[in-house]
Structure formats: C-alpha cells, structure tokens
C-alpha cells in the first residue's frame, strides 16, 4: 500500500477516534438535558417558558446532619412522583401576572421582577381561573411541595444544596439572592444567577414561593410515597426557596417557611406548573360567599356550595366544613349531611354557618370538604376567609 494512503488511512482512524471519544464524552450531558418549551400563558397574549420534569423518585426532607434544619423537615423519606410535569424555567413575573389580571400594587415594580404582593388566595381564586377559563381540566396550577423540591434540587437529593453541602455558604450567591448579597435591598430580575441542572433559575433565593399543599409540621412522619399531595386541611400553606430577605438558613432546599392564605408580603410569588394532559377531577367543590365579616357578637355566615360529580355514577358523598382560626383548629359543623350525588352538578344556596360569641376575634379559613362515604380520603375542597371583628 503506497506510504500515503497509509498516511491518509492513519489521519481517518485518528479522526474517527477523536469524534467518538467525544461523542461518548458528549452524550451523557446531552441525554440528561431538559427539554423546555414556550407555551401561551391562557388568552393573556404572554407566554411562558417551561420545563419539563421527567416522572422519577427522591428522597425528600433535610439530611440528619444538616444542623441548620428545623424539625418540620424530618424524617427524609422516599417520594416517587409518577408523572412527568411542566414547571416554570423562572419564577412568575410581573408582567406575565399583569398579562393575566391586570395592574398590581408591587412592592418592586420591574416587569421582569418576579410577581409579588399577591396572596395565596389571590392566585387560588383569581390568577388560576383567569388561566383555566374555557378548559375543561384545570391545566394551570401550583406544584405540589413534592413536586416542588424535586424540580429545585434537580433530583439530586444527597446534599443540602443541588451543588453540595455548602457549608461555609461560600458558593451561595452563585446562585440565589438572599439577605448577605442582595444591596440594594429588593427582589431582582429573574433569571440573573447561575441555573440548576434542570435548566431552572432562582430556585434559591429571589422570592418565596407558594405551593398548593396545605402545611402540617408533622405531615412528613406520615405522607404518602407515591405523589404526597400535601394534607386536606391546616390554617396556613408551604412557602418554598426562600427570598432576597431570607438568611442563610431559610435559603436551603429542605427548609419550609409558612403564609397564612390571605397573607400578602412583598417577598413571596409562585412558579407555575403547566399540565395539558389534566383530566377533570372526579368531584368538584366550589364555595361563594355571601359576607366576608361576623361581628364581634357572632353571627352567621352564608355562602353557596356547587359540587360537580364528573364520574359516571351515583355517588354516596358526605360533606362537612370547618373554620380554622391563627390559633388553631376551631370546629363549626355545618354541611354535615350525606347524599347520593348525581352525575354533573347541583347546588346549595342559603347555606349557614353560625360562628359562636365566644370564638376568638381575628382571621379564619372557612373549609369545605367532600369525601366518598365509605372512603375517609378527601376527595373535593375549596375555602375562603372570613374575620370576625373585635
């Protein structure tokens, strides 16, 4: 063979060589890249870039060795989410939520700033209709604490942080805005700190963020394995992430700070989660209240109860309500009744609850709750709030 088709032959197998070393070297980095897409954000005319989260499994709650962590983060357990989800690549801006329901009083106006100063109730009631208007499955809604923490640790569930322990918080302000690098004081555009390996940004730090959960501090002791979807009852929700006034401490992954449903503070927001295969629930519960006050002497509060059967049967239900005060659980029976439900939906007016003299001044979470008879499972729920004046 004459010398240069050996040269030529040699410079082929060395090239062939370096491209397949390379692509070995490559495709473990390509595999595990996240896909993201941009979706319309309901009829508001602004869209949203999200990413999906392949269904998987972790282990959820703060290492034992974490000296930092509070008692409301243990046990770590196993949690197995067996559904993939779109989640928001950032937090929610303010000029994605004014897109939806106009303008808002932000405490840090900035349209790429995340959105702020809106309650828990203001996206349960108002922001997540706005989206889902016209679908018959509710495809826009709050992650699931679970579903929450696997998206903000990227699934890496051995350290304190996605990047390791960290505990000299020395690699901290690399990715998130907190109380010791955040001057001057204030949220930040999204998007200006290093990502997690998913791909989202300000997972650490910027803003709070709502969940749909209720929150129990022992909830972890007892949570389901398979997709926990947070208890059915409590006086306030998970905040997650924590915010550009946060300390250290409140920064980490495990960590879990509290709002009251009405609560509106200038430090918390939301990531949405985008779901276009949702199905319709089985049942459906929806409250309208007709006074949002009782007086310092009691009194009755009346409100409207619509529930929907979307299975294709009679349904032997039972439904109770509940009004939950800051100081505790206070029970106040009401729609204490049995019936066989009929597909599609029916509706009580008139409804009354009578809130005693003797029942603490201040605010409450009116609860409504339906479950199958012969199932202690909560299957439908829906709350307001409501004070009762000094």
């Known amino acids: ?31 595990s ?46 949690v197995t989410l067996t559904r993939g989800y779109w989640i928001g690549k950032y937090e929610l801006t303010q000029a994605q939520w004014t897109a939806v329901l106009g303008d808002w009083p932000y405490w840090f106006p900035g349209e790429n700033h995340p959105a702020e100063m809106m309650s828990w109730n203001d996206i349960h009631d108002s922001f997540l209709p706005a989206l889902n208007v016209g679908l018959n499955a509710p495809q826009w809604r709050l992650p699931t604490e679970a579903e929450w923490v696997y998206a903000a640790c990227a699934g ?27 001057t001057p004081f204030g949220t930040k555009p999204v998007g200006l700190k290093q990502p997690n390996p998913w791909g989202l940004y300000d997972t650490a730090g910027n803003v709070w963020e709502f969940v749909s959960d209720w929150y129990r501090p022992d909830y972890y002791a007892s949570s389901p394995e398979i997709d926990p979807p947070g208890p059915f009852n409590g006086r306030v929700h998970p905040i997650r992430g924590g915010a550009w006034r946060s300390p250290v401490q409140n920064i980490r992954t495990a960590d ?44 009755p509060l009346e409100f409207t109860v619509t529930l929907t059967n ?24 009401l729609l204490q009744r049995s019936l066989n439900l009929q ?30 008879q012969s199932l202690p499972n909560v299957q439908a729920w829906d709350s307001y709030e409501f004070q009762k004046e000094e």
């Open 1 to 31: 063979m004459p010398r240069s088709t050996l040269t030529a032959l040699r410079f082929t197998l060395t090239t062939l060589r370096f491209f397949l070393l390379a692509g070995l070297l490559l495709f473990p980095v390509l595999a």
């Open 33 to 78: 890249a996240q896909v993201e897409q941009d979706f319309p954000l309901g009829n508001s005319g602004e869209t949203i870039t999200m990413v999906y989260v392949e269904p998987g499994s972790f282990m959820m709650g703060a290492q034992p060795d974490d000296i930092n962590a509070q008692a409301d983060e243990h046990p770590q357990h196993p």
């Open 156 to 182: 890496r569930d051995s350290t304190r942080f996605w990047w390791g322990d960290d505990w000299d918080w020395e690699q901290l302000g690399t990715y998130a805005w907190y109380w010791d690098n955040n």
């Open 256 to 299: 879990r700070g509290t709002r009251i449903p009405h609560q509106i503070r200038y430090c918390t927001g939301l990531r949405l989660v985008y779901d276009p295969e949702a199905v319709p629930a089985d049942f459906v519960l929806e409250m309208t209240p007709a006074n949002l006050t009782v007086p310092s002497t009691g009194g």
């Open 310 to 333: 979307n299975t294709a049967h009679v349904q032997q239900v039972i439904g109770w309500t509940e009004a939950i005060s800051q100081q505790g659980v206070q029970f106040y029976p």
């Open 343 to 372: 597909p599609g939906s029916v509706t009580f007016t008139g409804l009354v609850q009578d809130i005693p003299a003797n029942a603490p001044a201040g605010s409450y979470t009116f609860v409504a709750r339906l479950s199958i």
